[in-house]
């Protein structure tokens, strides 16, 4: 028999939960910063949001099952992350919009956002593409690398917790 870890149907809703605060908190720091000091953010920085988050998220994962992720489980967690930032992307942008627009101020930006939008149906679908294909990845490839080097630093005694 090898030493190979035998892999059960685990739970990644743990390190997802994690993952989605994270993210959310991260978020709001980093828009707080951008915002106080007037500065533009890029995709660089929203990978390194992504990579943050994902840390977090390995990290509970690699405690509580005491190994990486496989590549499977890479795959499924990348997938429910990406799903996740759906969500709360529009929610952001709903809060963003009440917090930097005013009441009278919303009806006219909705109307000029329909405006672009219905002219622009082609670029926006290409980069909402884009978005989920690049988040995909990000999480996908830093799951791993993350939860390889976390599992070094596991003391050789501890007990697996859950």
Do not use: C, H
Request: net charge neutral; no cysteine; charged share 10%.
């Amino acid at each position: 028999m090898t030493d190979a870890v035998r892999v059960t149907n685990v739970s990644l809703w743990p390190a997802l939960l994690r993952f989605t605060i994270a993210y959310v908190v991260l978020s709001a720091i980093l828009t707080a910063v951008l915002t106080a000091f007037d500065l533009d953010s890029n995709t660089g920085v929203s990978a390194a949001l992504l990579v943050a988050a994902t840390g977090a998220a390995a990290q509970k994962f690699v405690v509580d099952n005491r190994r990486a992720l496989t590549s499977g489980e890479r795959l499924r967690f990348a997938g429910l992350a990406t799903l996740v930032l759906i969500p709360v992307t529009l929610i952001q942008l709903a809060v963003a919009t009440m917090v930097f627009l005013t009441a009278e101020e919303i009806p006219a930006a909705a109307s000029e956002v329909q405006l672009w939008l219905a002219d622009n149906v082609g670029l926006v679908a290409g980069l909402a593409a884009f978005v989920v294909l690049f988040s995909l990845a990000v999480v996908y490839f830093s799951a791993g690398l993350l939860s390889r080097a976390l599992v070094k630093r596991l003391p050789a005694s501890a007990p697996a917790a859950g």
